[in-house]
């Protein structure tokens, strides 16, 4: 069974501050205002504004399910994660959600959660 928007919405807005949007008309899910998950058209990928490093980690270890986002503005500019939802673990994307928010979350949100868990 694959991953949707479903099981997204749920690990996402389980967290802290965290509100649903829209980026350019698709789902997409925000931690002040600062958007970190989000579904692509058709629902068949995610997106996931993880570190650059930890996106690298994950491309190499599983290419086939996944593949860095650059956007070519005035160079190019790091994006995050793209996710094939149809091959990626239920956990092992609920894992990728929580660190996406980690990243764009400010720091002292990020400690005042850790503190309460």
Not at 22 to 35: A, D, E, I, Y
Not at 108 to 115: E, I, K, Q, S, T
């Amino acid at each position: 069974m694959s991953i949707g928007l479903e099981d997204i919405r749920r690990w996402a807005t389980a967290l802290p501050e965290v509100e649903e949007a829209t980026h350019f008309r698709l789902p997409s899910f925000k931690v002040r205002g600062k958007p970190f998950a989000g579904v692509e058209k058709g629902g068949a990928t995610a997106i996931v504004s993880v570190d650059q490093a930890e996106a690298e980690a994950v491309v190499a270890a599983e290419p086939e399910g996944f593949e860095e986002v650059w956007r070519n503005a005035n160079g190019r500019i790091f994006v995050g994660l793209r996710v094939d939802l149809s091959r990626v673990a239920a956990g092992h994307m609920e894992e990728l959600v929580g660190k996406a928010w980690r990243h764009k979350a400010p720091k002292r949100l990020v400690a005042a959660y850790d503190a309460e868990g």
